[in-house]
């Protein structure tokens, strides 16, 4: 058999184990409540978020990420150079969108985010 041949056996046999121990994987969470970094679409789902905002204004703020790669130790050294997109804010209910095409998305003192429905559209480009 083929290397390929044999992953797609292996990965087979480990699903239907799985299937019929009745050990299902975890859902995604919709709430973020901790500090850190989590995968998404493994440990949270894409979309729009609502964040409560720092407790504390002067001088921590909320610090958040959008990332295309959780950064190692073997990686380019510049944490920088992995965000899609970021905001250090001392603002009160913050909103940002994860996208299913973000690796990952950290945040550190942002108090609790959580999942909410898409803004409505207002027709206009921008």
């Not at 609790?112 to 921008?126: I, Q, R, V």
């Amino acid at each position: 058999m083929r290397a390929g041949a044999l992953m797609a056996a292996g990965a087979f046999a480990s699903a239907l184990t799985m299937a019929a121990s009745g050990i299902a994987a975890a859902e995604p969470a919709t709430d973020i409540t901790v500090d850190g970094t989590y995968l998404v679409n493994l440990d949270i789902k894409p979309g729009f978020y609502i964040g409560d905002g720092t407790t504390d204004p002067a001088p921590a703020g909320c610090f958040w990420r959008r990332l295309w790669k959780v950064q190692t130790a073997e990686d380019y050294p510049d944490p920088n150079y992995y965000i899609i997109a970021s905001d250090f804010t001392r603002l009160r209910s913050i909103t940002v969108e994860i996208k299913a095409s973000d690796v990952a998305f950290s945040t550190k003192n942002c108090g609790a985010w959580h999942l909410a429905p898409a803004p409505a559209s207002t027709g206009s480009f921008g």
